[in-house]
């Protein structure tokens, strides 16, 4: 699979982690109390949830994670348990201090350490973008660093088991608004927004243009393992 993306040359993973992280911070301080509990693309959580989930990749430790994984069940069934729980348990200010501490640099978290700066990168882009779609205020982001994160969520999440390998396998994703091409086979062509949206498995098909567009159709019709 091959790659042609300025974002990835021209600027650190490590940068743009940063910036994503920045960004999530702005964009959750504008968010009023009502939008915290604005439906998002990963039901059932709430706003309010999928930042708790955030939060706790980032920041818990085991010991505050072990509790939240019980009773036994799959990575994704027990993330989405504990995201639920911690979302409902913490108010606003709470997630938003959080999230704000993590943004500052203090990422201690057990499932954090276990993810490697591009794992970071990717999980938290694609769920920012889940955010922008979410929240009224939701804004735009740099197309060069959302580039980035398409190729990211591409190439890695074949080994983190994400499902963004399965959307991309036999097709290519060109970027209309940054210099990005990844992929061999019929070409999707869309915004960064989209793009990123799509191969993290969020059914935004109609959104994006060319002939390989009826094939992911018909992936994300299939419902993902994960978030």
């Given amino acids: 699979m091959g790659t042609h993306d300025g974002a990835v ?3 650190p993973i490590a940068r743009c982690l940063q910036v994503e992280l920045d960004e999530v911070a702005r964009l959750l301080e504008s968010a009023e109390d009502a939008e915290w509990r604005a439906p998002t693309a990963c ?35 027990t993330a989405r348990r504990a995201a639920l729980r911690v979302g409902e348990r913490k108010t606003r200010d ?16 057990a499932v954090n350490r276990l993810m490697s700066v591009t794992e970071q990168f990717a999980e938290v882009a694609v769920h920012h973008a889940d955010l922008r779609e979410a929240l009224p205020r939701g804004g735009s982001a740099d197309p060069e660093v959302l580039a980035a994160a398409v190729a990211a969520t591409v190439t890695l999440r074949r080994r983190v088991g994400f499902g963004g390998a399965r959307m991309a396998e036999g097709l290519a994703f060109r970027a209309t608004d940054a210099d990005l091409r990844i992929g061999v086979g019929p070409e999707v062509r869309g915004g960064t927004h989209d793009l990123l949206l799509a191969v993290a498995g969020r059914p935004v098909a109609d959104r994006l243009d060319g002939p390989g567009c009826a094939v992911l159709s018909r ?9």
């Fill in 43 to 77: 039901p059932p959580w709430e706003v309010r949830h999928l930042v708790a989930h955030m939060v706790i990749d980032q920041t818990f430790s085991l010991r505050r994670l072990l509790p939240l994984t019980l009773p036994p069940a799959s990575i994704p069934v």
């Fill in 9 to 11: 040359r021209t600027m």
């Fill in 94 to 109: 709470q997630l938003l201090t959080s999230w704000q501490a993590v943004a500052w640099g203090e990422r201690p978290g």
């Fill in 219 to 227: 992936r994300l019709a299939r419902p993902l393992v994960d978030a």
